[in-house]
């Protein structure tokens, strides 16, 4: 299967500055703080999946700072295009939906 144009993007040295300017003013995992742990962050997450959307992919209040556990577990499966979507609850912090309201959602959205 081909790599999906936006893989590139990673590799830019505008994507490299804007994680470790991110990962600056953000220095520790925002799920390990969840959970009263503090771990260094690794990686600038996109908070809402981008799934190739320019838009998303650079917007600096779209990245969240996760441990590499954290980013493995659960945000590479988003990206992919994983069955699970992460929105972000009225806490602030993001929540997982269920593979059925995900598909609702997705629904909602083509049909806008
Ligand atoms: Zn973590």
Known sequence: ???PEYKSWYKTA????????H???????VMCAKE????P?????HTVPHRGDETLFW????????????????????ERGGRYRRQVGV??????????????ERLKKTSR
């Open 14 to 21: 505008r994507w490299q500055k804007h994680r470790a300017h």
């Open 36 to 39: 009263n742990r503090v771990t």
């Open 1 to 3: 299967m081909a790599q």
């Open 59 to 78: 917007d600096g209040e779209n990245l969240q700072p996760l441990c590499f556990t954290h980013h493995n577990s659960d945000a590479q499966r988003a």
């Open 23 to 29: 990962l600056a003013l953000n220095p520790l995992c």
């Open 91 to 104: 806490d602030g912090w993001a929540v997982e939906l269920s593979p059925e309201m995900a598909e609702s």
């Open 41 to 45: 962050a690794r990686v600038a997450d």
